[in-house]
C-alpha cells in the first residue's frame, strides 16, 4: 500500500494538529486515531483528539482513549490542520460550518463528496487501521505494545476477527507484525465479544424471541419496553443485528430498534452481494454493502413493511 | 516447530496408510487427515481414512470430506501402519483390542498414554492442523487449493478464528500462507460459523430461554421436548455453550443436553485460568483446560446441584 508523499509531508510540515472520526465511534475510528496521535507524540508533535460522542464504555480497554474528548470549543481549533480518519465528510464527523487552516483525510470507505486538501482513500483496505499501520511504517514509527493493541483492535473488528471477505493475506502478515510488537489477540477478541453484562444478554433473549423469518428476511425488534424491564439502553444492542445471520439460508438480517413512540433505528446485515446500502439510502440512511442503516418515523408494522417492499422491489427473488 | 525425522522416515517407508482420527470429530480433525492423506498421493502413496462417527453435515464443505469411511472391516487394516492425527490413543479413535503394523501419533492434545511407535505430541501448538502444515513443508509437499483450505479450516476452528489464547503471530502467518494457497477465509468463516439451519436458530433461542446464573456460572438447558418441538437433534447444539460466555462476568457457561430421560451431556466452557477439566474429570469426563464436559444420569435438579457442589469445591470464591 503506497503511502502517499504529500500526506507525509503534510504532517511533517505542521507540529500541532487536530485529528477526528466519525460519530458513534468505534475500535477502527477509535484505534486509527489513537495510533496516528501516539506516533506523532514520538515526534514531538501535539494533537487534539475529538470524537463528537463519547467513547463507549466498551471500548475503555484502548490504550489512551481518555485522550478523546467530545466537549471542546470547535472555534479554538480553526487555526489547526484537521486530520479525518475512517470517514471522508465533515458532516460524518459532526462538524459543520467550520473551516481549517488545511486538511487531509484517511479511510477506506467510498467517498462522495469530495472534501480534503489531502486525500488518501483506499475502499480495498480492511480497515483504516490497516492504513496507518502503513503510514505509521512510512514515517519510521516504531511500534509500540499500546499502538500495536490499537491499531489491532481496528483491525479485529472490522474484519470481525478475520472472518469477513475483506480479509487477505497481507491483513494476516499485519495482524502478525502486531502481535510480534505486542497487540494480544485473545484479550482484545475478549474485550470485543466477551464483555455483555448480564442485562444486556437478557436483552439480547427478548430480541431473539421477536424473530420473524419473511421470505428470507430475518427480523428482530427491541422496544423501549425491553430497555425498561432489563435496565439497558440503546448502546446495548450493538451486534444484536449479526446474530440471525448465522442461519444459513437469511439473506437479510434487520434489527429494528425503538428510540421514540414511532421512531425505529433500523440495521441492516447481509453476506456475499446483496448490496443493502442500495435499501438504506432509499431511506436517506447509508453504509456499506454488507452494514447498513437508516431511521424511520413510523409505527412497527408500517416500518416493517416498507421495509420489505423495498427489499422485494430491489431484489426480486 | 521441528518435525521429528523418525515421522518423515514412518511415511517414507510404507505406501499404504490407515489414517484416523477422535470420535465426533471437528474441523482440526477432519483437516488434518485430509491434507495428510492428499500430501501422501502426491508421493503415490494410498491412505484409508477411517473415523468413528460420520462426518457431520456442516463440515461437508471441507473438500474431500467423503474420503472418509465410518464402515469398514477393521481386521483388513491389521496390515497397514496407523497414524492417528489429533488424538493419541486407540480409545479416542473408537478402536479397541487392535494391533497395527506400526503406529505414528501427531496431536497437539495432552497425552495420558504413551501409545505409539513414533509419538509427535506439541501441546502448545494451536491446532493439529499447524502441526501438519509444519510436517508438509518438511515433506517438500505444494499447498493445493484444498489442502490450504482443509488446513485453514482446521486451524480456524481451533482458535476461533484467531480470538482464543493459543493465536500467536506464527498461527497468523501459517494462516497467510494458506490464504495464499488458495484457502478462502470468509467462505471457509462462513462455512463454520454462518450455516445454521432455521430450526436450530429456533433451538438455540429455546436454549437461552432456559438460561440461569447463579455465583457467576450460567446455566442453559436442551431437553428432548426442545428437539421435538423444533425438529432438531443433539448435533444442533453444537456452539449453544459458548454464547453465555459473552457475558463478563460468567466464570463458567454450562449446557446440559438431555440425551434420555434423566441422563445429560454436559458441556462446560470457561475462560483464563478457571480449568474445567479438573470438574469434568470428578464426573469421568474429560477436556482440555477451557471447555469440558462428561454424562450424568440424573434428573435435571440434582445434575445442576451435583456440578454446582463440585465447582464450589474446586474453586472457592
Known amino acids: 500500500m503506497k503511502v502517499p508523499p504529500e500526506l507525509l509531508a503534510f504532517l511533517k510540515e505542521d507540529d500541532d494538529f487536530f485529528i477526528t472520526t ?74 459543520k460550518n467550520i473551516r481549517f487552516k488545511s486538511s487531509a483525510v484517511i479511510d477506506h470507505h467510498e467517498t462522495e463528496k469530495e472534501f480534503g486538501d489531502i486525500r488518501w482513500i483506499v475502499p480495498q483496505a480492511a480497515a483504516t487501521g490497516i492504513m496507518i499501520f502503513y503510514l505509521l511504517k512510512e514515517m519510521g514509527i516504531a511500534l509500540s505494545g499500546d499502538i500495536a493493541t490499537t491499531l489491532y483492535s481496528a483491525i479485529a473488528i472490522d474484519t470481525g476477527t478475520f472472518r469477513y471477505s475483506n480479509t487477505t493475506a497481507e491483513v494476516l502478515k499485519v495482524g502478525a507484525e502486531l502481535i510480534e510488537a505486542g497487540a494480544e489477540p485473545a484479550t482484545i477478541a475478549t474485550n470485543l ?33 425491553m430497555f425498561e424491564k432489563t435496565g439497558t439502553g440503546p448502546n446495548d444492542t450493538e451486534m444484536f443485528v ?46 456499506h454493502r454488507n452494514a447498513a442503516g437508516y431511521q424511520i418515523k413510523a409505527d412497527l408494522a408500517t416500518a416493517k413493511e416498507k421495509l420489505l417492499k423495498i427489499i422485494s422491489q430491489n431484489f426480486p427473488s
Not at 464504555?57 to 487555526?79: C, G, R, V
Open 22 to 95: 466519525h460519530i458513534n465511534p468505534e475500535p477502527d475510528a477509535l484505534g486509527s486515531v489513537l495510533a496516528l496521535s501516539s506516533a506523532l507524540a514520538t515526534l514531538g508533535k501535539r494533537s487534539v483528539l475529538y470524537v463528537r460522542d463519547p467513547v463507549p464504555e466498551m471500548y475503555h480497554f484502548m490504550p489512551s482513549h481518555e485522550k478523546f474528548t467530545s466537549n471542546i470549543p470547535l472555534d479554538s481549533l480553526k487555526q489547526k490542520p484537521i486530520i479525518l480518519l475512517d470517514c471522508n465528510t465533515l458532516e460524518r464527523a459532526g462538524l
Open 242 to 287: 449479526s446474530f440471525p445471520r448465522m442461519m444459513k439460508d437469511v439473506k437479510v438480517s434487520v434489527l429494528f430498534r425503538q428510540d421514540e413512540t414511532d421512531f425505529w433505528k433500523v440495521s441492516l446485515r447481509s453476506r456475499g452481494s446483496m448490496n443493502v446500502a442500495r435499501i438504506a439510502t432509499q431511506f436517506k440512511g447509508g453504509g
Open 193 to 225: 465479544y466477551e464483555i455483555w453484562s448480564e442485562k444486556r444478554f437478557r436483552l439480547f433473549i427478548l430480541a431473539l424471541n421477536t424473530l420473524e423469518i419473511i421470505d428470507d428476511i430475518a427480523i428482530i425488534c427491541v422496544t423501549k419496553a
